[in-house]
Structures are given as structure tokens and as C-alpha cells.
């Protein structure tokens, strides 16, 4: 119908063994954070075949908006405290919503 999808970026977290509890309670009010910078929605899930591969979803109507919230302070410093807790480096990679279930 001609109108813009939204942009999704995703983010392989792949965590240390034995650290992805406290990397989730430090990372997890950062994702938080995603909507008040402008994210329509956010998902994060936890791979049954590979307990250390986290997949972070925000979809995001204006991409600068995403880099806003990915260099915030409180987002770079959620990245800083968990350092130790994941592979690195993080490439956040964007896609493009082509169909998704309207609510």
C-alpha cells in the first residue's frame, strides 16, 4: 500500500559462560530505556539450542533515533559494566520490517 516500514535492528549478544544472569540484570533496563528514544517495540530472546546467544530486536521509525539511544550514557555504560559478559565485538545490523501482525 506504499507506506514505509519500520526499521528493525537486531543484536547477537553471545555471553560468557556462566554470565548470562548478571549480563541480563545489567542490560536489561538499558533495553528498557529503548521507547523513550523512540523504539516502537522491543524483544529480547534466548536461543533453546545456544543458552549463551541472546537476540535483541528494536524496531525503530527514524534510525538516528536508534543511534541516539545506542550511544546514550546510560546505554554505553550498561555496555561498559556488563564488558566483561560478552563476546565482542557488538554489531548492531539493521533490517527492514516487511510484514509483521498489526494489534
Known amino acids: 500500500d506504499g507506506r514505509r516500514m519500520a526499521d528493525v535492528n537486531v543484536v547477537n549478544w553471545h555471553v560468557n559462560p556462566f554470565r548470562a544472569d548478571r549480563w ?9 530505556r529503548a521507547p523513550s528514544f523512540g523504539a516502537t517495540s522491543f524483544t529480547l530472546t534466548r536461543s533453546e539450542e545456544d543458552h549463551l546467544l541472546f537476540v535483541q530486536t528494536t524496531t525503530w521509525e527514524n534510525r538516528a533515533d536508534f543511534d541516539r539511544f545506542w550511544s546514550s550514557d546510560e546505554v554505553a555504560d550498561a555496555r561498559e559494566a556488563a564488558l566483561n559478559m560478552y563476546n565482542k565485538p557488538v554489531y548492531p545490523v539493521w533490517h527492514v520490517l516487511i510484514a509483521a501482525e498489526r494489534d
Open 24 to 32: 541480563y540484570q545489567i542490560w536489561m533496563p538499558a533495553l528498557e
